[in-house]
Nanobody, 124 residues
C-alpha cells in the first residue's frame, strides 16, 4: 500500500516536497516512480528511482527542477519540487513495481502498485 502526501497550493517559483510512504518489509526491492495527471490529460511520467537509490530518471520537463530520492529505512520515496510552474499543476501519484525495467520505466502501465494521489496546484 502506498500513501502519498505533501501536495498543496504554491505560487510559481515555489517549492514543495511530496512523500510516499509504503507498507511492507520489501520496499527496497521495488522501483519507485512518480507520475502526474493534469485535468483532461493523460497520466505522464515524472521521475523514477531504482532500488538502491543510485539511479534516478526524470522527464525532460522536470529535469533540473525536481529531485527524487528514497529512504529505504523509512519505506518512503520523496519528490522535491522546485521552481514550480503553473504547468506542473496536476494530481501526483507514486507508483511501485518490483520488476519494471529501464526501457519501460516511463510507462505507467508497467507499475503494479499505486498511491491515491496528491494534488499540486501552482498559481501564476
Amino acid at each position: 500500500q502506498l500513501q502519498a502526501s505533501g501536495g498543496g497550493l504554491v505560487q510559481a517559483g515555489g517549492s514543495l516536497r511530496l512523500s510516499c510512504a509504503a507498507s511492507g518489509r520489501t520496499f527496497r526491492d521495488y522501483v519507485m516512480g512518480w507520475f502526474r495527471q493534469a485535468p483532461g490529460k493523460e497520466r505522464e511520467f515524472v521521475a523514477a528511482i531504482f532500488r538502491s537509490g543510485g539511479s534516478t530518471y526524470y522527464a525532460d520537463s522536470v529535469k533540473g527542477r525536481f529531485t527524487i530520492s528514497r529512504d529505504n529505512a523509512k519505506n518512503t520515496v520523496y519528490l522535491q519540487m522546485s521552481s514550480l510552474r503553473p504547468e506542473d499543476t496536476a494530481v501526483y501519484f507514486c507508483a511501485a513495481d518490483r520488476s519494471v525495467i529501464l526501457s519501460s520505466i516511463t510507462n505507467h502501465g508497467q507499475y503494479d502498485y499505486w498511491g491515491q494521489g496528491t494534488l499540486v496546484t501552482v498559481s501564476s
